[in-house]
């Protein structure tokens, strides 16, 4: 009977398909720091993104389910400003001309709670403002990837630079 219930509960579980916000990872090096971020990718799926799915001037996960993480092996410079290595949950602040990223210090938690955002802010580490970059190619996917000029988060029409150095 047992050997039945997990049989059933394993094509259940295949039926149900990929998850809508597969888990996705980055890997990359700048200056000689090993970066990791992990996140969940969403897509766009004909809605509008920002200042629509994901509004202006609220915090948001960087990401779907858990917050997105980022790892550095050493510390590093973002904007200018320095990180020490570790690994933090990272939460934007988008806006239409520019966005807040924060490297928040608690990592495993839920992306959001009741009150929207589960962000401590207590427990920001850094706080970065950049420009985002309006692109004519439709990114499906929210995607990050690393670069040697740092992290770069791509998703609809735009695609958001930070640099690391």
Same mark, same amino acid.
């Given at each position: ?26 890997? &990359?090096?700048?200056?000689? #720091?090993?970066?990791?971020?992990? %996140?969940?990718? +969403?897509?766009? *799926?004909?809605? !509008? $993104? ?29 904007? &200018?400003?320095?990180?020490? #290595?570790?690994?933090?949950?990272? %939460?934007?602040? +988008?806006?239409? *001309?520019?966005? !807040? $990223? ?64």
């Amino acid at each position: 009977m047992l050997v039945l219930g997990l049989l059933f509960t394993s094509n259940a579980m295949m039926a149900q398909g990929a998850k809508p916000s597969p888990a996705a990872t980055a890997t &990359g090096s700048v200056n000689g #720091a090993d970066i990791t971020v992990k %996140y969940s990718s +969403p897509a766009v *799926k004909g809605r !509008k $993104i920002w200042g629509g799915l994901v509004p202006y001037d609220k915090d948001w996960r960087a990401g779907a389910n858990e917050a997105t993480v980022f790892t550095t092996s050493k510390k590093i410079m973002v904007e &200018g400003k320095p990180l020490a #290595a570790g690994s933090y949950s990272i %939460y934007a602040v +988008p806006g239409e *001309k520019t966005w !807040k $990223i924060i490297f928040n210090g608690e990592t495993g938690q839920w992306g959001t709670n009741k009150e929207g955002s589960s962000r401590v802010p207590a427990k920001d580490v850094l706080t970065v403002t950049v420009t985002p970059v309006k692109t004519n190619m439709l990114e499906e996917r929210l995607k990050y990837d690393i670069t040697p000029q740092g992290l770069v988060l791509s998703w609809e029409n735009l695609k958001v630079p930070v640099a690391i150095k």
